[in-house]
C-alpha cells in the first residue's frame, strides 16, 4: 500500500510591500479597521514586478525541489491550483512546466480557490497511493491585486489579498502512518455567486462585451463577507473533526493547526470551537494578507525554514473558501 510524504517545501512573495497605510492613499480606509477586521498588517504585491502567477509558482518549486534534494527529474508530474491563472486557457499548470523545463511530463490545473492547495495536494495524493506517479510538484500561486477595485467602492475586498505562491513536493513512501494521513473535500455550489468574480466569463455572446464596465459587481471579485464568514466557522471545525474521526485521533493529537488565512478572526474562531492553545495555532495572515490556495503552502514553507517538521509531528490544514468547497488534511511528519 502506497502513501504519499512530503519531502520539500517553497514559497515565493513578491518583494513589494504593501501597508494599510499605502492602502489608506488609495481608498477611504486606515490601519485601525484592517487590523481591527482582518488583523493583516501588510501584504505583497506583484505589481510592477516583471511576475505573475506561474512565474512565482517556479520561484516556489525551486525552492521546495532544493529543500526536498531533488531535480526536475525526478519528478513526474505538477498539479497546479490557483483562481489568478496567467490565461484564460491553458491554465498556469503547462506555463511552470514549460519555466521548469520538463519536457511532456504531465500538468494539472484545480479551480477550489482557497481550498484550492488541498484540493490539489488530494488530487496528488490519490495518483500516489496508485502507484502511477512516484513524485509530484504541487504548486500553488496567486496574483490578486490587479483584479481588485483599488477605489474606496472595493474596500471591503481590497485590504484583504496579497499575491505569493507555495510548493511541495510529495514522493511515494510505504512507512504506513506517514505523511499525508488523509484529505477531505467539499464543495456547495449552491453559494457560488457569494464569492465570484464573473467577467469574463460564457453567459455572454462575446467574453468581452460592450457593457462589460458597467457592473462592477461583475468586473472585480464580489462577496457577502458576512455569510462567507458565518460558513467559513462552521465548515472548517466540521470538516477537521471529520480528519479527526476517520484517523481515530483526537483534537489533542494535533502538534499544529494551519488554517487557511481569510481573516486572523475565522481562524481565532476556528480556534476557539477546537479549544486549542495559541501555540497549536500558526497564523502569518499579518504579514501577507490572503493568499488564496497559497496561504497554506507558504505557511508550512516558513515552518519548514523554522524547523518546525519534527518527525512524527501531527499537522492540520483546513482551508474553506469561493464555491463554497471546504477541505481538511491531516500530515505526520
Ligand atoms: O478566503 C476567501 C474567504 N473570505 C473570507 O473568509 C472573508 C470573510 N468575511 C470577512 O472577513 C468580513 O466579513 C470582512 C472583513 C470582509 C468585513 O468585515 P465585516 O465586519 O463583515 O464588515 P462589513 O462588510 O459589514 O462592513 C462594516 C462597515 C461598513 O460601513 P457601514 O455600512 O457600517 O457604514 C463598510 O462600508 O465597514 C465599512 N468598510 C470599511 N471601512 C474601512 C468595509 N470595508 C472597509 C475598509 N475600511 N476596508
Redesign the pocket.
Known sequence: MFQSKIIGVGHHVPEKIITNDD?SKL????DK??QE??GIQERRWIRGEKGSTARMATDAAKMAMERAGVTTDDIDAIVFSTLSSDYYFPGSGVLLQRALDMGTKPAIDIRA??SGFIYALSVADQFIKSGMYKRILVASSETQNISLDMTTRG??????FGDGAGAVILEQTTEEGKGILSTHLHSQGEYAEV?CMKEPGTGHDTLFYPEILENVDNIYPY?E??L??KN?VTRMPEVLMEALQKNNLTIDDIDLLLP?Q??L??SQMVQRILKLPDDRVYNNIQKYG?T?SATIPIMMSELWEQGKMGAGKLHALVA???GFTWASALIRW
Open positions: 492602502l481608498m477611504d480606509t486606515d479597521w484592517i477586521r482582518s480557490q482557497c474596500r471591503a475586498m481590497a485590504v484583504l464569492l462577496m463577507g458576512k462567507v464568514f467559513a487557511h481569510a481573516n478572526r475565522i490572503n488564496t474553506f473558501g469561493s
